[in-house]
């Protein structure tokens, strides 16, 4: 809990929802791959059919939640503890030690890696068995052994998984898909950065627009407000050489999207213009 308020952008402890619209989330989960690794899953149940059944054997989840976590490089999957009894009912199990496997029972899961087999992000995945009956399902989670990201650090995860720690791939500078557009304007404009991606297409748009007798050009982008970790800028210059920083004005706003423009007179000279994001 201490580690999570004093580090609000490596989440040791996540609040979320299941409902009809949203019937799994993920997370990428940071780890060093020395130490251990546990995720606990935990949520209210709905109220039950009430029974007077001796040693019922039917489970009585309303809503069925499971939680698995996945290796950096998506081959090993580690479900939560389970115990060998149940689903067998054969007495002579019930001093047994948990396995793990697919949880149907408890309201309570927990995945533990004693030995993770690598260093990177792995993924938390939580989803249901049958249908959420009484409406959305809220959770929480607590992790051990690692961190959930922010922010852009959470974007290189998922899109870097084995090689997240490595600042040459998953940099704010680098560029590993060679597509001449760094991560940074990647992750600010919400594209992948396993493909290449078209800069005049999908980040921005030029054009231009006569006032009077002035010519201006413009440069029109979406800046999406929910990355409050990054600032957009746009800059002009008449050399390549020397840049000066544009005012950009907000025209169109949807959710935490807004379409900006910049509008720079260029009557007089040639004019280029730039688009740049940098972390804060």
Not at 187 to 202: M, P, Q
Not at 267 to 280: P, Q, T
């Amino acid at each position: 809990i201490k580690e999570d308020a004093d580090s609000p952008t490596t989440l040791r402890m996540i609040e979320d929802q299941l409902n009809a619209a949203t019937a799994t989330t993920s997370f990428p989960l940071i780890a060093n791959g020395v130490d251990p690794i546990r995720v606990t899953i935990c949520w209210t149940d709905p109220v039950g059919t009430d029974t007077l059944d001796h040693d019922s054997r039917t489970p009585l989840l309303v809503h069925d939640l499971n939680l698995k976590l996945t290796s950096p490089d998506g081959t090993v999957q580690f479900l939560p503890f389970v115990m060998p009894w149940v689903g067998v009912w054969d007495n002579d199990l019930l001093n047994d030690n948990a396995t793990t496997g697919v949880n149907s029972v408890d309201n309570v899961e927990q995945v533990y890696i004693a030995s993770p087999p690598a260093a990177g992000a792995y993924t938390i995945t939580v989803d249901h068995a049958g249908s959420l009956s009484m409406g959305p399902q809220d959770y929480s989670l607590v992790v051990s052994g690692g961190y959930v990201p922010t922010n852009y650090e959470r974007w290189a995860a998922e899109n870097f998984p084995t090689d997240v720690e490595t600042s040459s791939v998953a940099g704010f500078d680098a560029d590993p898909d060679g597509d001449q557009i760094g991560n940074g304007l990647e992750y600010a404009f919400n594209l992948s950065g396993k493909t290449s991606n078209h800069a005049d297409s999908e980040i921005y748009s030029l054009g231009s627009e006569t006032i009077g007798s002035n010519k201006f050009l413009t440069l029109t982008y979406e800046r999406d407000t929910s990355k409050t970790d990054i600032t957009y800028h746009v800059e002009s210059s008449t050399d390549l050489s020397t840049w000066s920083p544009e005012t950009s004005t907000i025209i169109a706003t949807n959710g935490d999207i807004e379409t900006m423009k910049a509008s720079i007179d260029h009557s007089l000279s040639a004019l280029f213009l730039r688009l740049v994001v940098k972390k804060n």
